[in-house]
């Protein structure tokens, strides 16, 4: 029984330095992996105390025990040495992995952040390229429409200054037509009576005229009879 021991012992202790082995290895264990080497490593440690209650019993029943007992506890302290490496490899690993992840996290997040940032500014940078934009056409439409209504201004102007020039001059042709008012009526009065003179003139001499072609006429109707 007590080989038996020793061979069950030696395998526990052989997959303990295993695992020692794979502890001492660079940590790359998921967090996952890392619980699952804990749990092992207890597992281990719960082995190692029930092959040492065996190997204890067994060498209380032996009636010659000489350092049975001293080396029972050797091997269950080598190999609680190997289990407690073996757990304190799988906390480091899921303290590492889970270092890792918070610091993924944070990388992740800060990624986000300058990319939000950045989105930010690019946004802030549109927004103003958009008011420039917008000022300069609203500066352009300004200056149009005040082009414009001087222009405006300007054909209003021309228009009154071009109906006042047009009163100024129908007024002074109206006053030029009242100063000749007198002397037209004279001038017309006159006209008038020479027309009526001249029609007297030639009145008269048609009735001349006509007194002539009568004695004529009576001449000529005188002179067969004689």
Not at 47 to 70: G, M, T, W
Not at 145 to 169: C, D, P
Not at 194 to 210: F, G, L, P, W
């Amino acid at each position: 029984m007590h080989i038996g021991s020793l061979l069950v012992l030696a395998l526990v202790l052989g997959h303990g330095s295993v695992s020692a082995q794979s502890a001492g290895a660079p940590p790359s264990l998921s967090p996952d992996d890392a619980r699952a080497q804990r749990v092992r490593a207890k597992a281990l440690k719960a082995e190692v105390e029930h092959r040492y209650e065996v190997d204890k019993a067994e060498c209380q029943s032996r009636a010659i025990a000489i350092n049975c007992l001293s080396s029972a506890k050797e091997r269950r302290i080598d190999s609680l040495h190997e289990a407690d490496a073996l757990e304190q490899a799988g906390r480091k690993a899921e303290r590492e992995a889970h270092t890792r992840e918070v610091a993924a996290k944070a990388a992740k997040r800060e990624a986000e952040a300058s990319a939000g940032e950045a989105k930010q500014r690019a946004d802030v940078e549109r927004y103003r390229e958009k008011e420039v934009q917008r000022a300069a056409e609203r500066k352009g439409d300004r200056v149009e429409e005040a082009k414009k209504l001087e222009s405006r201004r300007s054909k209003a102007a021309a228009e009154r200054a071009a109906r006042q020039t047009k009163l100024a001059e129908r007024s002074q042709e109206d006053a030029k037509r009242a100063q000749k008012a007198p002397e037209n009526a004279r001038k017309s009065a006159e006209r008038r009576r020479q027309h009526a003179e001249r029609m007297k003139v030639i009145d008269e001499r048609a009735r001349n005229y006509a007194e002539t072609l009568k004695q004529r006429e009576a001449r000529q109707a005188a002179s067969p009879a004689k």
